[in-house]
């Protein structure tokens, strides 16, 4: 059964720094593209961030560029989503999600995890 | 930057035909997917590369794509179907994910 365990979210002050963590299972990791999307409380879902599956192409959203970096360990089957300089409007539910491909863009998201909140205030 | 359109809300009575549009400029020359997202859950794929059903997704679950506008369509409705639905592209000109703002669908 494929699974997508977030964490690393919680409360945090305006300019600081949080890294979340995406724990997969029960798919082949390294095969597939991954992707961050974000929820702010009563809102549509927003695109983060996408690396393929070799990390050989990475791609962030304008709203955070320069303020956060995807990565991943393939052998440790995880993605990880450094996010610095973190602004209110960063508050949100973030969800990993799998892409259907090794190539970001190919397909859709076909498995999300359940999301771990991250609130950014003073 | 690329923009997908959809309407806030969508009404249907139980057992009838509810269609949900997206629309962005020529959207028909690209793959769109559809996600449906209940209260308090992730959202789940419906819909991928416009109109193919992952395993698990009922038949009544339908989508096309052509000109200006994709669409997603239940057939017979059911309570259980409503849920907010998003569309979702890849922009290839701005290297971006492109999710639509989400149309809220009510089983009257």
């Known amino acids: 059964e494929v699974q997508l365990v977030e964490s690393g979210g919680g409360l945090v002050k305006p300019g600081g720094s949080l890294r979340l963590s995406c724990a997969a299972s029960?798919?082949?990791?390294?095969?597939?593209?991954m992707n961050w999307v974000r929820q702010a409380p009563g809102k549509g879902l927003e695109w983060v961030s996408s690396?393929?599956?070799?990390?050989?192409?990475?791609y962030h959203a304008d709203s955070v560029q320069g303020r956060v970096t995807i990565s991943r360990d393939n052998a440790k089957n995880s993605v990880f989503l450094q996010m610095n300089s973190l602004r209110a409007e960063d508050t949100a539910v973030y969800f990993c999600?799998?892409?259907?491909?090794?190539?970001?863009?190919?397909?859709?998201?076909?498995?999300w995890g359940q999301g771990t909140l991250v609130t950014v205030s003073s | 930057s690329y923009v997908l359109t959809q309407p806030p809300s969508v009404s249907v009575a139980p057992g009838k035909t509810a269609r949900i549009t997206c629309g962005g400029n020529?959207?028909?020359?690209?793959?769109v997917h559809w996600y449906q997202q209940k209260p308090g859950q992730g959202p789940v794929l419906v819909i991928y590369?416009?109109?193919d059903r992952p395993s698990g997704i009922p038949e009544r679950f339908s989508g096309s794509n052509s000109g200006d506008t994709a669409t997603l369509t239940i057939s017979r409705v059911e309570a259980g179907d409503e849920a907010d639905f998003y569309c979702?592209?890849?922009?290839?000109?701005?290297?971006?994910?492109?999710f639509g703002g989400g149309t809220k669908l009510t089983v009257l």
């Open positions: 999600a799998r892409e259907m491909s090794r190539i970001v863009g190919a397909q859709g998201f076909d498995y």
């Open positions: 020529n959207i028909g020359s690209k793959s």
């Open positions: 590369r416009d109109s």
């Open positions: 029960g798919f082949i990791f390294s095969s597939f593209s």
């Open positions: 690396i393929s599956a070799s990390s050989s192409y990475i």
């Open positions: 979702q592209m890849w922009d290839s000109s701005s290297a971006r994910v492109v």
